[in-house]
């Protein structure tokens, strides 16, 4: 069965420090992976998704499929990114897991002025 | 274009009532999935459903279920309820299928606040 791992439940940092939010998966297939965010009273939402490789808010995250791990990463910390962040699996295409996502414990990330 | 919306936002309930849940996706959407969140599991899936039919199921007892609609509106309901169903249940839509290049990235409700007496 697939599992996602969040080592870190709370992650502080000063604004301008660079910031990594690991996660680690266990899933022998292809995996898709994603990394969702919930600001405060606000909705979960899609941050970024590994097969588009893109940067979105200054956030980049690499699939390391030796290490299992598709950690978040920004270099310079603003105190907008202070947010709960989930990381989140999918079976690959193929699979018969098509919508079902499966949520690491999240990280609560609290960047101080 | 507007986002996935659910109905209620917010319900209180006794033990033993039964309750339904309402999301209704993106347009254009075919796949709704159900999420549990609750502080202690987190977020746990509890069904999906891609035109009309179940396609994935969680681990959670039958008194859970859902359907959806022609339109891709889907409910989801929870018979007999038990005060550890008091959870906030968050419903995402998504494309259903692989495209535009796009992987089966999911969006998010604003959920439904559960409380159960």
């Known amino acids: 069965a697939q599992r996602v791992t969040q080592p870190e439940k709370l992650l502080s940092v000063f604004k301008g420090a660079p910031v990594e939010l690991k996660c680690n998966y266990s899933?022998?297939?292809?995996?898709?992976l994603f990394w969702y965010v919930q600001y405060s009273r606000q909705r979960l939402q899609l941050l970024l998704r590994h097969i588009s490789r893109e940067s979105i808010k200054g956030f980049t995250a690499d699939l390391n499929k030796g290490e299992t791990s598709f950690h978040l990463k920004k270099p310079f910390a603003q105190e907008e990114d202070s947010a709960m962040y989930y990381c989140?699996?999918?079976?690959?295409?193929?699979?018969?897991?098509?919508?079902?996502?499966?949520f690491g414990q999240g990280t609560i990330l609290t960047v101080h002025p | 274009k507007a986002g996935v919306t659910q109905t209620p936002r917010y319900l209180i309930k006794t033990r033993g009532q039964q309750v339904t849940l309402s999301c209704s996706p993106i347009s254009g959407h075919r796949s709704v999935s159900w999420y549990q969140q609750t502080p202690g599991q987190g977020l746990q899936f509890l069904f999906e459903y891609f035109s009309e039919t179940q396609r994935n199921k969680g681990n959670f007892p039958g008194r859970f279920s859902g359907r959806q609609f022609s339109n891709s509106r889907s409910e989801m309901n929870v018979s007999t309820l038990e005060l550890g169903d008091s959870a906030l249940y968050l419903c995402?839509?998504?494309?259903?299928?692989?495209?535009?290049?796009?992987?089966?990235?999911?969006?998010f409700g604003p959920g439904t606040r559960l409380t159960v007496t």
């Open positions: 899933y022998s297939g292809s995996p898709e």
């Open positions: 989140a699996l999918n079976v690959g295409a193929g699979g018969t897991s098509y919508g079902k996502l499966t």
């Open positions: 995402a839509s998504s494309l259903g299928f692989l495209g535009q290049g796009k992987g089966y990235e999911q969006y």
